[in-house]
């Protein structure tokens, strides 16, 4: 019993220790980035014994997972408005890309319909994506402005 709360205490201030470093030393960028390819490699090959449409959906949603996972570990390795905003467009993207080839299984109108709610879902997205960075961007600037505002006095 002590000896797993002792456990359980060292993995929580690993866990804390870790999320308050915000840099990422590069030999782990490098390994988190190889792990992020050999994911994808893993998810794109079990795709293969998949048929026709279900293959195509199969292996968009490992390209989205691995696009989405690349842009995280950018964010994490550099944080920046810039960076977070790419997740969430990433994050976009990938469910937009998906849900088009999930739209590939229906036909006439349904599958119409299907395209014209999955590219408002994904402009919607977007937007936000947009606004998240515009807002985080002007959030920094006028922190910095605030900073540098008494130092001129």
């Known amino acids: 019993m002590k000896h797993s709360l002792i456990t359980l205490a060292l993995a929580l201030s690993f866990g804390f220790a870790?999320?308050?470093s915000a840099?990422?030393?590069k030999a782990d960028y490098k390994t988190?980035?190889?792990r992020i390819?050999?994911?994808y490699k893993a998810a794109k090959d079990q795709c293969g014994s998949l048929k026709a449409n279900a293959k195509d959906i199969c292996k968009a949603e490992a390209r989205g997972k691995r696009d989405v996972a690349k842009a995280e570990l950018e964010a994490q390795y550099e944080p920046s408005p810039k960076h977070d905003a790419k997740v969430v467009k990433e994050k976009a993207e990938a469910d937009y890309k998906v849900a088009k080839e999930k739209c590939d299984d229906l036909s006439g109108n349904a599958k119409?319909?299907?395209r014209k709610d999955a590219k408002a879902a994904y402009e919607g997205?977007?937007?936000e994506a947009k606004a998240?960075?515009?807002s985080?961007?002007?959030g920094a600037s006028s922190t910095k402005a605030a900073g540098a505002a008494p130092a001129a006095r």
């Open 37 to 39: 390819a050999a994911d």
């Open 136 to 138: 985080e961007e002007s």
């Open 23 to 25: 840099a990422m030393s």
């Open 18 to 20: 870790g999320s308050a």
């Open 32 to 34: 988190q980035k190889d």
């Open 125 to 127: 997205a977007k937007g």
């Open 112 to 114: 119409s319909v299907c």
């Open 132 to 134: 998240t960075k515009t």
